[in-house]
């Protein structure tokens, strides 16, 4: 077989938009929300995170402010305290879950898979209404004064010594867990039973792999955080007294309970965003990822051992010395797959044919930062280190670097590899190129020097710190700034593509997936017939050669 | 090029007077950072060699310099390399750091001991021999100091960042930490655990003195009464010494000598006596058995302080023999003068 895979970009120039698609099919604001769509439902969520986004990015725009000097002078104690309890809580339980899965999930999953829609569209539109029910309750809890019990809910702050409402909050975490289940749900019951003809289980892209290992995380996960919220509601407001060590209960059992959730929940967020990194790097190499089979695998032994770690939030807390070895360990397991990602990622790059479009540099500056946050994840897993450097900056940085240098990246790839797909629009190449290095160079500007602080012993969560800590807290909020603007230009540009971006055409980047085949944007019931597939996922010699039967019987 | 010498002055005072790497003012802190130093070689190094292999890909297999790209499956040769390798790195550092973290948790023997309540938004040291310091800790060189530690609300942590020693204070249970300072110096003493309002001011000094100068402190700034002197008027008065008197009739178990002892349950289990377990006898007594004593001392749950179970702890640790418990209890019942105040004090 000749290995010509020519990049043969369809004229663009002459490409129109297609008459009917999925967001022309019916008029009216009420269309969209009782649309059993996938596609529909993807940008309902698309817009809803984008909201919660800034509004989160708000509060840690204010929070950097503050720490702009030692002195505790911006803002009060308590208004310090709420604010990054609320940081916390809108970038994770509004953003960072949903993201990909909700966004990029849910538009891709059915169309990679050659379906016409999830398993069950009406949940997934519940799911949406069940994320906004939560997000007011979030919102309530804010209009009403905050929340200040950090994003992690300790008990027995949250339970006993705090008079913020803490209540409402966790009613909207729980209802936003529930979403999350129900998205988990669907997308394991559609990969499990709606997948085209042909379409095996190892044909499918990885990003189907990657949303399916998170899926079952969020399934068996979720319903944990749910408990122990439920908990915590309960001894604040009738004192049951499980985590009371007065009444024989114990304070700890609920970090136990927290994180056996929210360890998992950091998979939750990571791995799908390692399946946009699969998607886009073999695009712009125009290569089979390599080694399909072990990134596969190696999405769900993240997964599994995921589930297995998460007292190495709680190495300092008096657990057994045993036990944390122990934990220790698993730590050091769940890493191995991270590495093995990042070299597979590496190497689909080599005898490529590489071009730089946006979704690749956000993707190269996915892997550096991945790299790095994953890392120093390897500090905080080695028991003795963890001693010190726990509870400081350092943790901070750490898991920026994972969620904002990973996942946000991770998502901004995606965001600019579909938008042609998603909206029928190209955004401006040379702004979105400027964009994507304007984040990667704030972000390292902004958490690098955390790092140091964090080893320095700089406490998290601090309003005021020592003086001597000031130069790097200055330089992290200079970065944050430039990071601000990192992240207001896509909103621009891409707002500004919707009415005046070229017309995309089915496949510009000449990319594999069963969702390029199709026209963009696509009909709403995806496929005028359902796909049969007979070929591997990132086949770009069949791409080739359907390209070229195209041109000689279509002409 | 010329700097307004406003401007440099302003420069260097403040790079002088920021810290870029913390002090190593105890026996740890080489062992911590030695432990950094590697996983820090590891990220550089492994940084580097992703960084090499992605833009020397880039560069090379760029679409200018490589119209056609080579279909490549995979290599099992190349994904053992990169399983085992990172593998074997991040055991070295899983032994590594467990071999540190026995290091920081298992204190020597002949430590010290001193008490440590956390409680909103304060730090109260409490020395044995009765010296009461608030956000301050004085401790000497050259001498291991075990730090018992229990809050009295919500989570707190005591860290010491220039020990490199951290450890969570809990309600409800003693946790301990250790160190041996040796440096001369204030460092920093920070709360980590996020505890409400004012967690950013639940911060102190450890004041670490030559073992002369720490001598002088002791003697200097002792309240006049030991721990366990103040745990003795305490089990006085609370009543204690009318069930815990020692004799052969008594309701309660001797409690002379009990501290490090192992003790025969009702329930069938035995137990080293630790502080931890005195603590809990006294505020659960019901879960706390002595093998053929009855279940009749009431819990003396939120009657006691922290501090005041610190005392209680001190000196039944400190209780050889039941000869005192016995004449406090004579002088009471025989409505006689109080007996002579204890000796003097011996830090």
Redesign the interface.
Known sequence: MS?????NLPDQRTATMPKRNYINNEDGILSWLFTGDHKRIAMLYLVSITFFFFIGGAFAGLIRLELLTPQ?DLMA??TY?KFFSMHGIVMIFLFLVPSVPAVLGNFLIPIMLGAKDLAFPKINLLSWYLYWIGGLFTLTALVLGGV?T?W?F?T??ST???NTHVVTAAVGIFIIGFSSIFTGLNFIVTIHRMRAPGMTWFRMPLFIWANYAASILMVLGTPVLAISLVLVALERTIGIGVFD??K?GD??LFQHLFWFYSHPAVYIMILPGMGVISEVISTF????V?????VAFSSVAIALFGFFVWEHH?????VS?YS??VF??LT??V??PS??K???W??T????????ETPMLYA?GF??LF??GG??G??L????????L???YFIVAHFHFVMVGGMLMAFLAGIHFWWPKMTGRMYSESISKLAAIVTFIGFNMTFLPQF?LG???M??????????????NVLSTAGATILGVGYMLPLLYLGWSLKYGAIAGDNPWQATGLEWQIQSPPLTENFTEIPVVDHDAYD??WLEHKTAQEVTTVG | MHISPVLWQFLVK??N??????REASTIAP??DA??FF?LT??VV??IL??V??FG??IR???ER??????????TL??AT??II??AL??V??I???????????PPTNAMNIYVVGK?WMWKAEHPGGQHEINALHVPTGRPVQLTMISQ???H?F?I??F?????V????Y?TVWFEATTPGTY?I????????????M?GDVTVLNPEDYQKWTQGSTSGTSLSQNGERLFASMGCNSCHSGSAAARGPNLAGVYGSKLQLSNGSSVQVNEAYLRDAI??PSQHITAGYAPIMPTY??QISEDGLIDLVEYIKSLKSNYRVQQTLTTSQSNQAAPTTPGTVNP
């Not at chain 1, 290995?3 to 990049?7: G, L, S």
């Not at chain 1, 790059?349 to 730089?356: A, E, N, R, V, Y």
């Not at chain 2, 007077?17 to 913390?22: E, G, M, Q, T």
């Not at chain 2, 490199?164 to 969570?168: A, D, F, N, P, T």
């Open positions: 290995a010509h895979t020519i990049v505790p104690s308590d305290n200040d950090g992690t300790t027995p702050l006993h010594y705090l060590p007065t024989g304070p700890l190499s125009r290569k089979r390599f080694g399909y089979t072990a709680m190495f300092i807390m008096g010395n944390a070895l220790s360990l050091m397991l890493a191995v590495a093995i990042i070299f597979n590496a190497f790059l080599q005898k490529g044919s590489i071009t730089f190269f892997i550096g790299t790095v890392l120093t390897v500090f897993g080695a028991l003795g280190m963890d001693i010190h726990t509870e400081t140091i080893y320095l012993g406490p998290r969560r601090y309003h005021a710190y020592p003086p001597e800590f000031q130069v790097l770009y010699e | 403040w790079l007077s920021s810290a870029l790497f913390p062992y911590a432990l950094y996983l590891i990220t492994g940084l992703v960084a292999l992605v890909f880039a297999y760029r679409k490589n119209p056609v790209a080579t279909q490549v499956e995979g290599s190349l994904e990169w399983t990172p593998l991040f055991m550092a899983w590594w750091g467990a071999l540190l973290y026995f290091r920081i948790y298992n909103q609300d919500v989570f942590s860290s960042p220039d490199r020693v951290k450890r969570e809990i309600p409800g249970r946790t920093h920070f709360c980590t655990q996020y505890c409400g309002t004012n967690h950013s001011v911060i505020l659960n749950q939120g």
